[in-house]
């Protein structure tokens, strides 16, 4: 019995400090910038293989999910927020600013009476689950013709009103992508779930459909999309509130 036991915390101790050194491996200068160019290579090679408005899989109304689980936030308590939400969101306004010929102030009626698109798709998190729901709203790469993007823009940020914390003072969530996934045919802007208004644990009122990305891109309680030359200014540089914690920045599916 002493002997399991001491093999049993020589396992113990080995298996930590095989944890240990990958975690300094992984944190390794060296090793962060190959694992950001093999990044870049995963990119290039599905942006070759896959045409650039090939579609992720739609479904039936009888597939949908009866419990679509909320992702990340679902409440959140910034005051300017809460302000909003205790009146209905009548008082919101989408800002579309940045690098635009164009800037827009878009209230929820306004984006309602804009063409809507309704699809109904897979939302693949990236903690292993999925669920099936039908999303409705107006299609990005037309706000972005409206307002009319600068030759130099590349990429599009989605400023939240979020802080996954709660604070009021909290890091607020924030999400982009490139050109290619902000025109795609099925990258919408959703003001509605399963055929009704947008209830607040799943980003009212208003969420990104990126449909051929993980569920973190889908970035929810949007209050102002910005067109950007490079988001290295932005957050921690790397293009979103959890790729500046080690997430991918393309994550296509």
Known sequence: MNRRRWLT???????????????????APSVRQALRMAEGLTRRVQRLILPREALA???????ISPDFRPNGSIDPQASDYLALKAGGFADYRLVV??????????SLADLRARPAQSQITKHDCVEGW???AEWTGVRLAA?????????????????????LDQREDGERYYESIDLID??????????????????VPHGAPLRLRVERQIGYKHAKYIRRIEAVESFAHLGGGRGGYWEDRGYEWYAGI
Not at 9 to 27: E, F, K, P, Q, Y
Not at 146 to 159: C, D, M, N, S, T
């Open 9 to 27: 915390g020589a396992a113990a101790t080995l298996g930590a400090a095989l944890v240990s050194a990958c975690d300094r491996v992984t944190n």
């Open 57 to 63: 899989p739609t479904y039936d109304r009888a597939d």
């Open 97 to 106: 600013d940045g690098l635009v010929e164009r800037p827009l102030s878009l």
């Open 130 to 132: 999925t669920s099936i």
């Open 143 to 163: 706000l972005l013709d409206e307002a009319g993007l600068k030759p130099q823009a590349r990429y599009i940020v989605f400023h939240c009103f979020d802080a």
């Open 182 to 199: 902000a025109r795609h045919p099925q990258t919408i802007l959703a003001w509605a779930m399963n055929g009704r208004t947008l209830a």
